[in-house]
């Protein structure tokens, strides 16, 4: 299989570029601007099938053999996109079968990207022609440093109920149960009588009325995800046919709920992936943080690939806020501290016309008089100074459980309350984490978990029995597992394990649940002996081997065990049965946890610095409105130059990255 590196040396910087939007003579002021700002890689072709096909079987490479030739005369390397996410206007005209149809039996309109059916026959035949004739003749192209297959799988069209989905997914449970009574036991159709008789009966969980089979649901989804996986496989191998550069395409981690990227990761030669800052968020720099830890974790902690970020507002949120001066600095070398080996942007220049016209760029409409260009440029400066952490890896003692099938489960119809959600708590764990300046990775409930200390489980309502007897096994023997509230109810067909809640993981935490006592709206409870206050949820543990830390004070559990903790083996388990506050509650039983699993992290600085270890470069990144001083730091100043001996300062808004003795 190919690998990893994708350039020759150095961290690659650069972005999309779509010269076709652009008359020739400013390609090649594009080009001498790349020189300036340090470019050495960027993204060409994404949207571009429509143009080198205008008809069927017809190919004009013209234009494209012109823009890599002049990329490479400038020493740019291309990342060559198949332009698979766009299909031409005459391919939905001639193959209508093709077309995108909703859950409500819709058939969606074209004029945008992603119109198309994933299982459609004719959409995989067009798309494997085009491929073929990209790959044959760029296959040895000196400006090619790498492939970039499709663009965003799962953006709009995650997934089709269209008749040809319709009977794919029926071969997919044919492949799977073998036979139509496995798939009954599987869905538990017994429930309102809809057991089926034969594989055709079963229709994609199309729009009905409410209450549909939920192991019909899940199904669907994880079949979805192998739809996309085989577009991806087919144009991957058609590539590998001719050339043995790495294959990628761009994930959308964690914002993709629909596409399980564990599944997807094993694919790809390298993971690559984009990401927007939220400017919605309060603490937008915590999320960022999380997609780049999930992503790192993703890639099994492998160096990966940041494809896509953006310089300042993007054109698509509720209200697009520009970044504030050396944000997009912060942004882009935390996702480096995090194990990005490329700092990417959506787009090179930004667009005069179409739906992303008003996203920024690294060329903005202002020109290069303008601040978000100065930036640009000292950034590639930047990027060249920190070629040293290229290949690098970021440690981590602490795990979080992630799990995209629980994600899809939690968050069906029925469930007890409305305010769960599998990232409200997961982020809530992550933040005090991040807020404690402890590094972590993400880890699938079945995964090896003997490297860290403590494994903290916020949000795996839907659990299997192998994967509960991964987190037991880790716990006997010395680790330290943090479970919160609904976690461990039922099953990978998403039924509920026999006996007491909290099912998979009873034994484990040794507790038991009598009942949930879901809270009101705005409703709180209080913990003692500490100050510390819950909302959403509430239950009646009955402790079965764990002692009880905290009880409620008040509220439909007052006096019962709210925070228990079981010794088992050589480990310690821990169980929260409510959304303690961000604040003191969450953060100090956190500190005591992590305290008692030996977790090492710094103390005394304030949590708005972010710190990071990548190897042997320790990156200072401060989110706050003042100086920070950080003791006990020596070494060489990468970006400045500057011996530091002791400590280092990081000054507002700033940035200090020390590679160490």
Not at 608 to 621: A, K, M, P
Request: proline share 6%.
């Amino acid at each position: 299989m190919p690998g990893y590196p994708v350039l020759p040396e150095g961290l690659a910087y650069g972005g999309d570029y779509n010269p076709e939007q652009w008359p020739e003579d400013v390609w090649r002021e594009d080009v001498r601007l790349m020189r300036e700002a340090g470019v050495n890689l960027v993204t060409v072709g994404v949207f571009n099938w429509g143009l080198i096909e205008p008809e069927e079987g017809e190919y004009d490479f013209a234009r494209l053999d012109r823009i890599l030739d002049l990329l490479h005369s400038a020493g740019v390397y291309a990342d060559l996109a198949t332009p698979t996410s766009s299909p031409p206007t005459w391919f939905r005209r001639r193959y209508p079968g093709s077309r995108l149809v909703d859950r409500e039996g819709h058939v969606l309109g074209g004029g945008s990207r992603h119109s198309f059916c994933p299982s459609s026959p004719d959409y995989a035949a067009a798309s494997e022609r085009v491929v073929t004739a990209l790959a044959r003749r760029y296959a040895g192209h000196p400006a090619v440093a790498m492939w970039h297959v499709h663009n965003e799988y799962g953006w709009a069209n995650a997934h089709c109920y269209c008749p040809t989905s319709a009977e794919a997914f029926r071969a997919w449970l044919r492949d799977r149960y073998g036979d139509v009574g496995a798939l009954n036991a599987a869905w538990g159709t017994t429930f309102w009588g809809l057991t089926y008789g034969s594989f055709e009966e079963v229709e994609p969980p199309v729009a009905a009325p409410v209450g549909l089979l939920t192991g019909l649901q899940l199904d669907f989804m994880r079949f979805s995800v192998d739809a996309h996986i085989a577009c991806f496989r087919r144009e991957r191998d058609t590539i590998r046919r001719f050339c043995d550069l790495p294959v990628t395409t761009n994930f959308m981690i964690p914002n993709c709920k629909p596409m399980d990227y564990w599944r997807w990761a094993a694919e790809v030669d390298v993971v690559a992936n984009d990401h927007y800052l939220d400017s919605g968020r309060a603490y937008p720099q915590i999320e960022l943080a999380m997609a780049a830890d999930l992503t790192r974790s993703v890639a099994g902690g492998r160096p990966w690939m940041l494809m896509e970020h953006s310089t300042g507002a993007v054109n698509w949120q509720p209200r697009n806020l520009a970044k504030r001066p050396g944000e997009m600095r912060r942004n882009t070398l935390a996702h480096v501290a995090r194990g990005s080996d490329s700092a990417m942007f959506f787009q090179w220049r930004a667009s005069r016309y179409g739906a992303e016209k008003f996203h920024s760029a690294m060329v903005p409409h202002a020109g290069t008089d303008s601040r978000m260009w100065r930036e640009v440029v000292a950034l590639g400066a930047d990027l060249r100074e920190l070629a040293g952490v290229r290949g690098s890896r970021v440690a981590a003692e602490v795990a979080v459980v992630w799990d995209w099938e629980s994600y899809w489960a939690l968050e069906f119809e029925w469930r007890p309350s409305a305010d769960l959600r599998f990232r409200e708590r997961v982020e809530a764990y992550y933040e005090a984490l991040w807020r404690e300046h402890v590094t972590v990775d993400f880890v699938h409930p079945s995964a090896d978990l003997s490297p860290y200390r403590l494994v903290v489980a916020p949000s795996s309502y839907l659990l299997g029995e192998a994967p509960a007897k991964n987190l037991h096994r880790y716990v006997e023997a010395g680790g330290h597992l943090l479970v919160s509230y609904f976690s461990g109810i039922v099953d990978e067909n998403d039924t509920i394990h026999a006996g007491p809640h909290p099912g998979a993981l009873r034994e484990v935490l040794g507790v038991a649940v009598e009942e949930f006592h879901p809270l009101r709206e705005h409703e709180t409870v209080t913990l003692e002996p500490f100050s510390a206050t819950g909302r959403i949820w509430s239950e009646r543990v009955r402790l079965a081997g764990a002692r009880a830390v905290h009880e409620f004070a008040d509220g439909p559990d007052a006096g019962h065990p709210a925070v228990t903790r079981h010794e088992l083996g050589a480990g310690t388990a821990w169980y929260v049965s409510t959304a303690l506050d961000a604040g003191s509650g969450l953060r100090g039983l956190l500190g005591r946890v992590l305290d008692g699993a030996g977790v090492s992290r710094p103390r005394g600085l304030p949590d708005t610095l972010e710190l990071v270890w990548r190897g042997d470069h320790l990156f200072l990144i401060n989110h706050g409105d003042a100086p920070v001083t950080v003791h006990g730091v020596t070494g060489t100043g990468v970006l400045d130059g500057a011996a530091y001996d002791g400590s280092a300062t990081v000054p507002t808004g700033g940035v200090v990255v020390v590679r160490t003795a």
